[in-house]
């Protein structure tokens, strides 16, 4: 069974403070999404990673994906109220010829105290 | 921007009324599928299809059905509703090709009384 497990799984913290979310598995991935919901919302895309060590960045918000393509970052700076919402990473693991799986993590659910 | 689409957005119903969740994209891909979250939890994919006719059940076990008629539409039956099957339902679709992402409708609340 693949797995893609999120930590933290819920974090709380000050404006201006910078933070790391965690996408973990034993699985090698061709790619990795990110994905941001809110409320009432369905997940909205940040960032797709398909190279190991391949670093993006969006605004203040900045993504890795591990040089096995095992594992990914989510790193923001400086947090602003606006960046509150459930944080979701999604893995495409191969299957056969070329089909393939989205597995998603648990989420992170992120609060931003003004 | 993605364009998918999910009707009702609520949905507040009695026991036993059978339900038609919709879901249609316009941008031609073949892959949709439907997932089952719980407020601010993770989503559980519950049934795929990867195109006309081809419908297939997901991790999560669930008393619903599809149908894939047409490429463009994907909806999701309850016969007998239950309170057990309060929850949200989010549809998705994705493209052909490596890399792909998958693109969600906004889901549909449902609350069974």
């Known amino acids: 069974t693949q797995l893609l497990e999120q930590s933290p799984q819920f974090l709380s913290i000050q404006e201006g403070e910078n933070l790391t979310v965690y996408c973990n598995s034993s699985?090698?991935?061709?790619?990795l999404q990110w994905y941001r919901q809110e409320p009432g919302e369905g997940p909205v895309l940040l960032v797709t990673?398909?190279?190991?060590?391949e670093v993006k960045k969006l605004k203040r918000l900045t993504f890795q994906f591990g040089d096995a393509r095992k594992d990914s970052s989510l790193h923001i700076t400086a947090a602003q109220p606006g960046d509150t919402g459930l944080y979701l990473c999604?893995?495409?693991?191969?299957?056969?010829?070329?089909?393939?799986?989205?597995?998603f993590g648990s989420g992170t659910r992120l609060s931003i105290r003004p | 921007e993605a364009d998918i689409y999910q009707t009702p957005r609520y949905l507040v119903i009695g026991t036993g009324k059978k339900i038609t969740l919709e879901c249609s994209q316009t941008?031609?891909?073949?892959?949709m599928y439907w997932y089952q979250q719980d407020p601010g939890m993770e989503l559980h994919l519950i049934h795929y299809s990867y195109g006309v006719n081809s419908t297939e059940k997901g991790d999560l076990s669930s008393e619903s059905t599809v149908s894939r008629i047409r490429t463009e539409h994907f909806p999701l039956t309850l016969e007998s509703a239950r309170p057990s099957h309060t929850s949200q339902y989010l549809c998705a679709s994705r493209g052909q090709g490596a890399w792909q992402p998958q693109h969600f409708g906004d889901g549909t609340r449902l609350s069974i009384l």
């Open positions: 699985s090698v991935f061709s790619s």
């Open positions: 999604a893995g495409e693991a191969r299957l056969y010829s070329s089909a393939s799986k989205i597995i």
């Open positions: 941008m031609g891909h073949d892959k």
């Open positions: 990673v398909v190279t190991g060590g």
